[in-house]
């Protein structure tokens, strides 16, 4: 099993930055592409970036383009997310996952690893 740990969420007030970071462990599988999703209090889980095996490829979802920035460290077996100019409509739990597949994808069911997600909360 793969297993995946995020941190570095908070609190923060708008306009400030938050670097997440997420840290895989356990049986790997090839090139995993990767992503980060997020979940705000009564909506669905959303996309919002992801990253190809090699890290040469990336795709945001629009409302995140120019602020955020997902990269990843594959010696290292992790992957970050740095967020900068954040607005209280970022407030949500965001999750990394991992796929079978060394290109990344929007779709949530296209990754098989999942991790607990961590908590970021901007104050207005």
């Known amino acids: 099993q793969v297993q995946l740990v995020e941190s570095g969420g908070g609190l923060v007030q708008a306009g400030g930055s938050l670097r997440l970071s997420c840290a895989g462990s356990?049986?790997?599988?090839?090139?995993?592409?990767m992503g980060w999703f997020r979940q705000a209090p009564g909506k669905e889980r959303e996309f919002v970036a992801a990253i190809s095996w090699a890290g040469g490829s990336t795709i945001y979802t629009d409302s995140v383009k120019g602020r955020f920035t997902i990269s990843r460290d594959n010696a290292r077996n992790m992957l970050y997310l740095q967020m900068d100019s954040l607005k209280p409509e970022d407030t949500a739990v965001y999750y990394c996952?991992?796929?079978?597949?060394?290109?990344?994808?929007?779709?949530?069911?296209?990754?098989?690893?999942w991790g607990q997600g961590t908590q970021v909360t901007v104050s207005s």
């Open positions: 996952a991992a796929r079978y597949n060394n290109n990344w994808s929007r779709r949530e069911s296209d990754y098989n690893f």
């Open positions: 356990g049986r790997t599988f090839g090139s995993p592409a």
